[in-house]
């Protein structure tokens, strides 16, 4: 996913989850846009892309600089079944 596909995107606060961008398997991938200020950029910030993954709304991995990253990882976990 290229970063022009992601300018839509707004700032997250840093208590929210991010956008949502796709489910994966039993996990959802959020993707959490911030901005860093850059004094080379003409706008004087740059954007960056922090993609994490959450299970039943809790943060499983986060960290992740690309889609594809995340969905690969996603799908590496494997469900743990609780035994009494």
Do not use: C, Q, W
Request: charged share 30%; net charge positive.
């Amino acid at each position: 996913m290229s970063n022009n596909n992601l300018k839509h995107l707004k700032m997250g606060k840093p208590s929210s989850k991010g956008k949502y961008v796709v489910k994966s398997g039993l996990n959802d991938i959020y993707v959490l846009a911030t901005k860093k200020p850059d004094t080379t950029k003409k706008h004087g910030y740059s954007m960056t892309y922090d993609f994490r993954i959450y299970k039943n709304g809790k943060l499983v991995e986060k960290g992740l600089k690309s889609k594809e990253a995340a969905v690969e990882k996603s799908l590496t976990f494997v469900p743990t079944k609780k035994t009494s």
